[in-house]
């Protein structure tokens, strides 16, 4: 499979899920997933969700203004880089962000988020 449309594909639901149902996007890391969150590390997919959860915003809309991506390794694995704007619900302003994922494959012929690096962009 062509590795950009992998990480359109990917990207396209990582924001959907984000900005509809958080929670759902529990079934894309694993116990060995790590989120580097503006600077703070989580590691693990149930304490990433529940960082995700947690934070101070009930909805948001991303708008991604790009996406590149780079095979990783021979085990098959993808590094996918976003960037784009995020709108808090009742803010006026967009915030700018950048994010990074590194995918590894599953043995069921998916992906999984092995790495997350996220950081707003201010400027």
């Known amino acids: 499979m062509d590795p950009d449309a992998v990480a359109k594909i990917f990207v396209e639901h990582y924001y959907t899920t984000f900005d509809t149902n958080r929670a759902g996007l529990a079934n894309l890391y694993q116990d060995g997933s790590m989120l580097t969150f ?6 693990g997919a149930q304490n990433i969700v529940s960082k995700l959860a947690s934070l101070p915003f009930d909805q948001c809309k991303h708008t991604i203004a790009t996406v590149d991506c780079q095979p990783s390794g021979p085990a098959g694995g993808m590094l996918v880089f976003v960037s784009g704007h995020l709108r808090l619900s009742g803010e006026q302003h967009e915030l700018k962000f950048s994010q990074m994922f590194h995918l590894m494959p599953t043995p069921q012929g998916s992906f999984y988020v092995f790495n997350d690096i996220f950081r707003l962009n201010y400027a």
């Open 38 to 43: 503006e600077g703070q590390q989580i590691l």
